[in-house]
Nanobody, 122 residues
Framework: QVQLVESGGGLVQAGGSLRLSCAAS????????MGWFRQAPGKEREFVAA????????YYADSVKGRFTISRDNAKNTVTLQMNSLKPEDTAVYYC???????????????WGKGTLVTVSS
């Protein structure tokens, strides 16, 4: 069992930055791939970024490439999403998720946090 708690959301102006953190419980954190997803009002939950458990390979949605960076610290059981050059269309609830699978879709994640709201004003 893995419990995930996100933090770091808030209100920011377009062009600004935010840093989201996800704290995970459990002693097997390092054996899970970690991902960030987001869901905007009226839209489906979508993939944002992921980091594998085996070799820390990184994956990004096209919409955030070059602006967002995912990282993990297995010693601290945390995964972070650094978001730069934020746009109003990045406004959403951001969720941290964990999986032991090798694909990163909402259906493929085993554990979810409750989410943190990011609002980007124009």
């Amino acid at each position: 069992q893995v419990q995930l708690v996100e933090s770091g959301g808030g209100l920011v102006q377009a062009g600004g930055s935010l840093r989201l953190s996800c704290a995970a419980s459990g002693r097997t954190f390092s054996s899970y791939a970690m991902g960030w997803f987001r869901q905007a009002p009226g839209k489906e939950r979508e993939f944002v970024a992921a980091i594998s458990w085996r070799d820390d390979r990184l994956y990004y949605a096209d919409s955030v490439k070059g602006r967002f960076t995912i990282s993990r610290d297995n010693a601290k059981n945390t995964v972070t999403l650094q978001m730069n050059s934020l746009k109003p269309e990045d406004t959403a609830v951001y969720y941290c998720a964990a999986t032991r699978r090798y694909y990163y879709t909402p259906e493929g994640m085993d554990y979810w946090g409750k989410g943190t709201l990011v609002t980007v004003s124009s």
